[in-house]
Nanobody
Framework: QVQLVESGGGLVQAGGSLRLSCAAS????????MGWYRQAAGKQRDLVAV???????NYADSVKGRFTISGNSAKNTWFLQMDSLTPEDTAVYYC??????????WGKGTLVTVSS
C-alpha cells in the first residue's frame, strides 16, 4: 500500500502563488505515475498535472504555463508549483499515485482558495 499526505494549501489572492507538496510512504517503489487532481465545489475531480514513469509530464490545458509539477527520483515527494492563480483555480487538490500493478491511491486533499 501507498499512503499520501498533501500540504501547502491555503488562501491566496488572485495573481499569487502557492506550492503544494505530496509526501508518499509505503510501497513507493511500485509508484508508476505521480499526479495532482482537483475538485471544485459541485464539479467532478479532474486531472491537473501528472509525472509519468519516464519523467514526462502532462498538464490540463487550463493550467499550462502557470502550474509546474515536479518530483524527486525516489518518488517519495512531489510538488505542484502554482503561479498566476485565478479564482477559477479554487478547489480541493488531491495528490494521486498509480502503481504497477495498477492501484489508484489518493491523499485526503488540501483546499486552495483564490480570492479576487
Amino acid at each position: 500500500q501507498v499512503q499520501l499526505v498533501e500540504s501547502g494549501g491555503g488562501l491566496v489572492q488572485a495573481g499569487g502563488s502557492l506550492r503544494l507538496s505530496c509526501a508518499a510512504s509505503g510501497r513507493i517503489s511500485s509508484i508508476a505515475t505521480m499526479g495532482w487532481y482537483r475538485q471544485a465545489a459541485g464539479k467532478q475531480r479532474d486531472l491537473v498535472a501528472v509525472i509519468i514513469s519516464d519523467s514526462s509530464t502532462n498538464y490540463a490545458d487550463s493550467v499550462k504555463g502557470r502550474f509546474t509539477i515536479s518530483g524527486n527520483s525516489a518518488k517519495n515527494t512531489w510538488f505542484l508549483q502554482m503561479d498566476s492563480l485565478t479564482p477559477e483555480d479554487t478547489a480541493v487538490y488531491y495528490c494521486n499515485a498509480k502503481t504497477s500493478p495498477y492501484v489508484n491511491y489518493w491523499g485526503k486533499g488540501t483546499l486552495v482558495t483564490v480570492s479576487s
